[in-house]
T-cell receptor, first 115, second 114 residues
Framework: AQSVTQLDSQVPVFEEAPVELRCNYS??????LFWYVQYPNQGLQLLLK??????LVKGINGFEAEFNKSQTSFHLRKPSVHISDTAEYFC?????????????FGQGTRLTINP | SAVISQKPSRDICQRGTSLTIQCQVD?????MFWYRQQPGQSLTLIAT?????????ESGFVIDKFPISRPNLTFSTLTVSNMSPEDSSIYLC???????????FGPGTRLTVL
């Protein structure tokens, strides 16, 4: 069984500072990795995904993430955050479980940008 | 990308009643899912809605409580039956678009049970 761990439930950051949101997963097989963002009172929006190839993936709004197979991590980063980045961020893993595709989410990290 | 709409967007219901949530996709998709997001928590998969057959439920979710229909490749419904305050959550419809290898989510239905 797979699990996704987001190590920080809340991350407060000052505007224009860099940020890293951590995500670790446990899986014995190849997985697809995703980061989703949920702005207040809205649905989920895909930020970026790793399927294969380059381990550094770039997404929307200036975010990027690096897949590290040896450390089973997929941390999300942004070099300079903006007030509008305040949201809940979810790391997710998709793999085949008993013949079915399953997307499993981490607990979420609430990113708060302070002026 | 797939565009997903859900109805209703929110509702306040009385204990013991049932609510049916509709999910409409603008294109045919092979896989549709229903998730629950309890207040302040992450998303939990309720079931996979299978076209033309019974839904596949995750551990902890049963058909009597959450009956699901999927009459075609663009539409599905989730019913929350015999509701209690513990059912107060956001319910999200999701589809897997194979061509993009991405899973898209609807805007959610915010349910409050009094």
């Amino acid at each position: 069984a797979q699990s996704v761990t987001q190590l920080d439930s809340q991350v407060p950051v000052f505007e224009e500072a860099p940020v890293e949101l951590r995500c670790n997963y446990s899986s014995s097989v190849s997985v697809y990795l995703f980061w989703y963002v949920q702005y207040p009172n809205q649905g989920l929006q895909l930020l970026l995904k790793y399927l294969s190839g380059s381990t550094l993936v770039k997404g929307i709004n200036g975010f990027e993430a690096e897949f590290n197979k040896s450390q089973t991590s997929f941390h999300l980063r942004k070099p300079s955050v903006h007030i509008s980045d305040t949201a809940e961020y979810f790391c997710a893993v998709r793999e085949m479980i008993q013949g079915a595709q399953k997307l499993v989410f981490g607990q979420g990290t609430r990113l708060t940008i302070n002026p | 990308s797939a565009v997903i709409s859900q109805k209703p967007s929110r509702d306040i219901c009385q204990r013991g009643t049932s609510l049916t949530i509709q999910c409409q996709v603008d294109s045919q998709v092979t896989m549709m899912f229903w998730y629950r997001q309890q207040p302040g928590q992450s998303l939990t998969l309720i079931a996979t809605a299978n076209q033309g057959s019974e839904a596949t439920y995750e551990s902890g979710f049963v058909i009597d409580k959450f009956p699901i229909s999927r009459p075609n490749l663009t539409f599905s419904t989730l019913t929350v039956s015999n509701m209690s305050p513990e059912d107060s959550s956001i319910y999200l419809c999701s589809v897997l678009q194979s061509s993009y290898n991405e899973q898209f989510f609807g805007p959610g239905t915010r349910l409050t049970v009094l």
